[in-house]
């Protein structure tokens, strides 16, 4: 009986010690999904600054599956084209003294869909350079020193044709605009095209969450991609995170406008805010050797597995901003909620870098890092609680 005993019990210790190294504790990230909301295809930027057309663009493709509507597809180069052409003439009205780069923001898709329409990516892909993904880096210099040329020159009348060379130019890259296209058995324009969406552009607003604007006003958040001046509702941090909660599970999703320059956003699915002044600690390394580590090193450490991460108030985001720690990086859509194996919940974001990373193109954001990072989101305003759109007036 006394062997017996001590047998069950070793088996018992020898089951439990199994069980240990199995838990999910000990298995890096692993995320339960709570609520997912319907999305389009992963698509791939590649090398191109056009985030914000692709991210805009595949969360009205989810707006519209939300509308129990076809799968569409839209041409993010046709939102290039027309934008670089908007803000080429922007530079130059200014005299060289604005921002003339690729980046944009939200709110030049919402104007190109207002004011040009949309095509399908089968009518119109926006790569007439012999690859198969966009890769503008050519481009985009070229168009740089061409509008330099024009805006910064000694002449006292621009000539009348330096539009139609900069509209040569890009075309040459991206190709010519259809002025009409057969789609599916009908014909359209690009503006009659989006018309027949029916998505109503009205309801397409912007949100952030800053203290040097009053809350519950329209802002214009001061970046340079920014640069058609979109206004966004500023809304206290409590409540901003609760229209992203509430939205997700109402059926929502919304485009994600973040910083990704942090230690904590990784190529490999996962977006956390550390607390690296713990680091040693938390992750039971020896403090020399914490120390002496690369970033790189760093990054991987402080990304392997759930980790406590820094406390996010409404001051300490302010003080990112404020400090240029906060950046305006990547555009990205939300899609979604789950939870890792301690119950911490995340965002389930849908990103343009192919089927890239450990979740083939998806990202698990933790709530603290959406509330430190976050510069705005695009959402439907009906996505936001009755109390909150009084309170902004819409």
């Not at 009986?1 to 190294?21: E, G, I, P, T, Y």
């Not at 991210?55 to 129990?68: I, N, Q, T, V, Y």
């Not at 759930?306 to 996010?312: D, G, H, R, S």
């Amino acid at each position: 009986m006394r062997k017996f005993l001590v047998l069950a019990m070793a088996v018992v210790l020898c089951l439990n010690v199994s069980a240990k190294a199995k838990s999910p504790k000990n298995e890096g990230f692993v995320f339960t999904t709570v609520k997912e909301n319907p999305i389009t295809s992963i698509k791939n930027q590649n090398r191109s600054g056009t985030c914000w057309s692709f991210s805009s663009l595949g969360f009205f493709e989810a707006e519209l599956l939300r509308e129990g509507k076809s799968t569409y597809d839209f041409s993010a180069m046709f939102v290039a084209n027309h934008t670089m052409m908007d803000r080429a003439v922007n530079y130059v009205r200014y005299h060289g003294n604005a921002s003339m780069a690729e980046g944009g923001s939200f709110y030049d898709v919402l104007y190109c869909l207002r004011n040009y329409g949309i095509v399908p990516t089968a009518v119109y892909k926006g790569i007439e350079y012999g690859d198969s993904l966009p890769n503008t880096g050519e481009v985009v210099k070229l168009m740089t020193s061409y509008v330099d040329a024009i805006a910064k020159s000694n002449s006292k009348k621009l000539t009348p044709v330096w539009k139609k060379g900069f509209q040569n130019m890009i075309n040459a890259y991206y190709g010519e605009i259809p002025e009409k296209f057969v789609y599916e058995g009908k014909e359209y324009t690009p503006k009659s095209y989006e018309e027949s969406l029916g998505l109503n552009l009205d309801d397409y607003v912007s949100l952030t969450s800053f203290t040097h604007h009053p809350f519950y006003t329209q802002m214009n958040i001061e970046v340079e991609d920014n640069w058609r001046n979109g206004l966004s509702y500023n809304l206290p941090l409590d409540e901003f995170i609760a229209v992203m909660d509430s939205a997700i599970n109402k059926g929502y999703t919304f485009a994600w406008g973040s910083d990704v320059s942090e230690t904590g956003f990784t190529r490999d699915g996962i977006a956390v805010l550390p607390d690296e002044s713990k680091g040693a600690q938390i992750t039971g390394t020896d403090m020399s050797r914490w120390t002496g580590m690369t970033s790189d090193d760093k990054r991987k450490e402080l990304t392997s597995k759930p980790l406590p991460e820094k406390a996010v108030t409404q001051e300490s985001r302010q003080e990112g901003f404020d400090n240029w720690e906060t950046t305006d990086d990547h555009g990205m859509v939300i899609f979604g909620i789950a939870k890792d194996q301690n119950g911490k919940e995340y965002y389930m974001v849908k990103n343009s870098w192919g089927k890239a990373g450990k979740y083939k193109g998806i990202w698990y954001a933790s709530k603290a890092f959406v509330a430190a990072k976050t510069m705005n989101i695009m959402i439907n305003k009906n996505a936001i609680p009755t109390e909150i759109k009084a309170k902004l007036h819409i």
